[in-house]
């Protein structure tokens, strides 16, 4: 069988989600593989970048993680205009986060790219005894991921638990842009002798 080739995807992926959730620790820990105890909160937007090899394709992921604060919601469409992925990040131990989470997912449907892949993070794994979304926790935020066409893990950026597992499934999940069949565009011919025929057909 001959072999398609190594396919090379450049991704746009937006980090989103309440100040605090963990979006730039998720990233630390993805690109970097560290993890920060007192991690700064995010002013803008910071930029990093991360390649994965899946499957046959190489995804080069570039990273717009985005700060959570009120302060800065006006800028976020810059960032998830034009993004091929989402990750939008919660905190296990804060309910509010978890409902802040679902309104970026809203602003997401309505403006966002409609082929963005969206996972739904619910972070800070490692500390379940403090969980606060409360009651139903997992459970609710599985259904809440599956009625709106998301991927849910929990994840911790601490302990790494799914952190690389989250970006690997969106880049399993980017669409590959399929070889062309036939060759693009429209093929116009002259055809006289059809052409004379119907000149003729009808007198
Ligand atoms: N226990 C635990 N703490 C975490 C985890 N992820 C982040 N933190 C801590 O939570 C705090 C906030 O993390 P950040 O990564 O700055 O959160 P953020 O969402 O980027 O916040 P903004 O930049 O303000 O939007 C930091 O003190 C982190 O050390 C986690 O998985 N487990």
């Known amino acids: 069988m001959a072999a398609t080739g190594n396919k090379n995807i ?9 100040p605090g959730a963990g979006k730039s620790s998720l990233v630390l820990r993805f690109v ?13 937007a910071a930029f990093f970048s991360q390649t994965l090899a ?14 959570g604060q009120e302060r800065y919601h006006s800028l976020a469409p810059m960032y998830y205009r034009g993004a091929a992925a989402a990750i939008i ?10 409902d802040r ?22 972070n800070k794994a490692d ?23 998301l991927f849910f893990m929990e994840t911790s ?6 952190v690389n597992d989250i970006f690997y499934e969106i880049a399993k999940r980017l669409p590959r842009v399929q070889p062309a069949q036939n060759p ?20």
Not at 10 to 16: D, E, I, P, S, T
Not at 129 to 149: H, I, P, S, T, W
Request: aromatic share 8%; net charge negative.
């Open 54 to 67: 899946v499957n046959d394709a190489t995804v080069k992921f570039e990273i717009w993680d985005t700060a």
């Open 10 to 18: 450049n991704a746009k992926l937006v980090l989103l989600g309440d």
């Open 32 to 44: 970097k593989g560290q993890f920060v105890e007192f991690q700064e909160s995010t002013i803008g």
């Open 101 to 122: 989470a679902k309104k970026w997912v809203q602003e997401l449907q309505a403006q966002g790219n409609p082929n963005m892949v969206m996972a739904l993070a619910g």
């Open 157 to 162: 950026a601490k302990t790494a638990t799914n």
């Open 127 to 149: 500390l379940l005894d403090d969980r606060k979304v409360a009651g139903f926790g997992l459970q609710e935020a599985q259904v809440y991921a599956q009625e709106n066409g």
């Open 184 to 203: 693009s565009g429209m093929v116009l011919t002259d055809r006289p002798a059809e052409r004379a025929a119907s000149a003729t057909c009808c007198s």
């Open 89 to 98: 990040v919660y905190d296990i131990t804060n309910q509010a986060s978890f």
